[in-house]
């Protein structure tokens, strides 16, 4: 199931030529349920930010560490930027030991980010249907979040009528993987139906607002 939009795209090009760039700049984009996000860092202890593959997901990291929490996240590259600075995100690299790390980072109150979704079958993942199709979910992360009793929290970010928006859920109440993770693909549903209802005719505009070099 593919979230990117074309504009999301675009928005991500851009903002991947600003960081090789060096340009330090404040994103401007609005944020639904924001509380959600404010309670669980009020509480002080270990998060799990759980998202879908997205290009636009990685601005996250930027909005954690503004509210002076720097997040771990999970990333194939051990190159990740905290787009508009010049700090480098705390990466997790996938590897044969990315889940014994993720495990420690929970246990030490880190608020770590994890894109949990497959984009094909996988035999460490199990099959959600939804109406836009199957969501292909890999739950190791969600029991190990769950036994270390971490918030779960689920998070999208996308250009909706040339602005982009972050999504934020309330903490899941679920017990089981399973169950977390039926709520993660309706989540993730119910934000891509809402961008094809919201989707203008109008290209991506004021993706950030520069800031001088220092």
């Known amino acids: 199931m593919g ?43 270990a998060i799990l ?31 990740v930027p905290i787009f508009g600075t010049s700090k480098p995100a705390r990466v997790i690299p996938v590897s044969e030991t990315v889940l014994a790390e993720s495990v420690r980072a929970l246990r030490c109150g880190n608020v770590l980010c994890a894109m949990i979704d497959r984009p094909d079958p996988d035999p460490n993942a199990f099959e959600v249907p939804t109406p836009l199709g199957p969501l ?8 190990f979040a769950l036994r270390e009793k971490a918030s779960i929290l689920f998070c999208t970010a996308r250009v909706e009528h040339g602005e982009l928006v972050v999504t934020w859920s309330a903490p ?39 800031l001088p070099a220092r």
């Not at 993987?177 to 991506?204: K, L, T, Y």
């Open 3 to 45: 979230i990117d939009s074309w504009r999301d795209m675009a928005l991500w090009r851009l903002m991947m030529a600003a960081a090789a760039a060096g340009v330090r700049y404040d994103p401007i984009l609005g944020q639904r349920g924001r509380e959600h996000l404010d309670s669980a860092l009020r509480s002080g202890g």
């Open 49 to 79: 930010l759980a998202a879908p593959h997205s290009l636009l997901g990685y601005v996250l990291l930027r909005l954690l560490t503004d509210r002076g929490r720097a997040p771990v996240a999970i990333a194939s590259s051990p190159d």
């Open 136 to 143: 292909y979910i890999s739950d190791a992360l969600l029991r």
């Open 172 to 210: 899941s109440p679920a017990a089981t993987p399973d169950s977390v993770g039926r709520e993660f693909a309706a989540f993730v549903a119910a934000r891509i139906e809402e961008g094809h209802g919201r989707e203008g005719p109008r290209a991506v505009s004021r993706p950030a607002r520069a």
